[in-house]
């Protein structure tokens, strides 16, 4: 049996989709072939439900043949690649791609499958700098910087700078309960147990949509989304910062778009801010 393993991380104009990988893939297929699809699935490693799949087949004998459209589609790591040609070898499975050109078989053509897989990995590690680096970039501008918005706010699109990002906004459903949290704990002298019992009791439910607990309510009072920024806020945060140097440029935009989100802050809000992240 021959297989067909096709993978493609996201969408966007300018990537090879899975339809068209396998379509290409069928033209070096003879007889019957199978096919296996991770759509959505990174190259950094092999934990993927159809490549693990298709390992399990080959070791049960029921591969002899795999095709892919190019080396990249199975591992972008040269570590990972290596050990699956020991297992294709340990089990006599044929190895073909598409778009390489190359012959196992001859001390050359490993040569070059290895010299192929180092730009693939060498490709992968410029990819995760350049992500890591524009999300610090947008971090210092005080751009949201993505993932699902806080408890009590919603995000709504915009632009700065002529960039499109988002902004927080209250959530008028929600912010009641956060102010009662806040107030709560700081001013009544409630524990988290106090204050998780009577939420539980109104049946006022958790982000996640279940009943709060200690540890979600913990969260959200040291979240430092939900300060208003200015320099004595900023100066708090650079010195917590100093023992983490990766947080800096996270916490500087987390409370640029506070400001931005929530307008001029309070002495409450510093207060508060200090009280609930120093427990």
């Known amino acids: 049996m021959t297989a067909i393993y096709a993978r493609q991380s996201i969408d966007k104009k300018d990537s090879i989709s899975i339809e068209t990988q396998i379509e290409a893939c069928k033209r070096c297929c003879v007889g019957e072939y199978r096919v296996y699809s991770d759509k959505g699935w990174s190259g950094k490693n092999l934990d993927r439900p159809q490549f693990q799949q298709l390992l399990k087949d080959i070791r049960a004998g029921e591969i002899h043949k795999l095709v892919v459209y190019k080396l990249d589609r199975i ?13 294709f070898k340990k089990y006599g499975v044929e190895f073909a791609s598409t778009v390489e050109t190359f012959d196992t078989s001859t001390a050359i053509g490993r040569a070059m499958l ?13 990819i995760l700098l350049r992500v890591k680096d524009n999300y610090y970039a947008r971090g210092e501008k005080g751009l949201y910087l993505g993932g699902v918005p806080i408890y009590g706010f919603d995000k709504i699109p915009t632009r700065l700078d002529g960039i499109k990002t988002s ?37 006022v439910l958790s982000p996640a949509g279940t009943l709060w607990d200690s540890s979600k309510l913990s969260r959200l009072l040291r979240s430092p989304v939900y300060v208003c920024a200015d320099m004595e806020v900023y100066r708090y945060s650079r010195r917590k910062a100093r023992a983490f140097p990766t947080l800096r440029r996270i916490l500087r935009a987390n409370t640029a778009a506070s400001s931005t989100a929530r307008g001029n802050p309070t002495s409450a809000n510093i207060q508060m801010f200090t009280t609930m992240c120093c427990r």
């Open 75 to 87: 591992s972008r790591s040269l570590n990972d690649f290596s050990n699956l040609m020991e297992t």
């Open 114 to 126: 290895g010299i192929i897989m180092v730009f693939a990995e060498l490709e992968r590690e410029n």
């Open 167 to 203: 902004v927080l906004v209250p959530k008028n459903s929600d912010m009641p309960t956060v102010e009662y949290i806040f107030s709560a704990y700081r001013e009544s002298g409630c524990s988290l147990g106090d204050i998780v019992r009577t939420l539980n009791e109104q049946s």
